[in-house]
């Protein structure tokens, strides 16, 4: 009755009769441009953890160290209580790591910039668990051009081989015929360390050991357990 009353008003009477409701029910909640704003930072975090690899052709994720680590650091916090100490603890160690390898793929993001790739330095910096060394048009180039970049320069953060996802990255500028300028902005921008920066690095190395070593003791001491049982209170008052 009261929706055929207003369809009356509409047709026949003034406008003050109309209410101002069926406008607001035909407005969205959302703009599209908040939707396409969610959107794009649901797609940068399913980047994020995709890009979490060294090995993209790993799909264990367990070739590498650090691969290994933050692979299991993952799996048992998501066995963890959430809000347990515990818990906590993880995820302070789970970003420690992410912090290292988002510093390393923010030198590259840096220099890409710099060449003026300021729109497509994220797609080239995208390496999912999909990528196929056998779809690689210059690998044997792009190799060398990483262990250039390893040796001459101090892009990456350790001695140890560097993450073989940046090999796919530089075939990409290969085929863009940027690579050489990559390099020889890495080597202006980033040169090697002096022996005060290599201490700090194997600083650096010292705390991976020690995150599996940490890792170990809690799977031998059953810690999940405990935290789950005793630290719930304590979690209550922090959180």
């Not at 953890?49 to 691969?67: I, M």
């Amino acid at each position: 009755m009261g929706a055929a009353f207003k369809r009356f008003c509409a047709r026949f009477c003034c406008c003050c009769c109309i209410s101002d409701e069926d406008e607001d029910e035909k407005t969205p909640i959302f703009s599209n441009e908040t939707l396409e704003y969610f959107d794009r930072e649901a797609k940068k975090r399913r980047d994020q953890e995709t890009n979490l690899w060294s090995e993209p052709g790993d799909p264990s994720h367990s070739e590498r160290d650090d691969d290994r680590i933050l692979y299991n650091l993952l799996q048992t916090r998501a066995q963890t209580h959430r809000g347990s100490q515990g818990y906590r603890r993880l995820s302070v160690d789970i970003e420690a790591m992410r912090d290292m390898r988002r510093e390393v793929r923010d030198k590259w993001k840096m220099i890409l910039e710099n060449l003026g790739f300021m729109q497509e330095a994220e797609s080239l910096l995208t390496v999912n668990t999909s990528a196929s060394y056998d779809r690689m048009k210059n690998a044997a180039t792009a190799r060398s051009l990483l262990q250039t970049l390893h040796s001459e320069t101090s892009i990456f953060n350790s001695k140890e081989a560097p993450p073989e996802r940046y090999l796919f990255i530089l075939d990409r500028l290969i085929y863009l015929d940027a690579a050489e300028d990559f390099v020889a902005k890495a080597r202006r921008f980033y040169p090697p360390r002096d022996e005060d920066e290599d201490d700090e690095e194997e600083e650096t190395a010292i705390n991976m050991s020690m995150l599996l070593s940490r890792f170990n003791q809690r799977l031998n001491a059953g810690e999940n357990d405990d935290d789950d049982d005793d630290e719930g209170d304590i979690s209550g008052q922090e959180d």
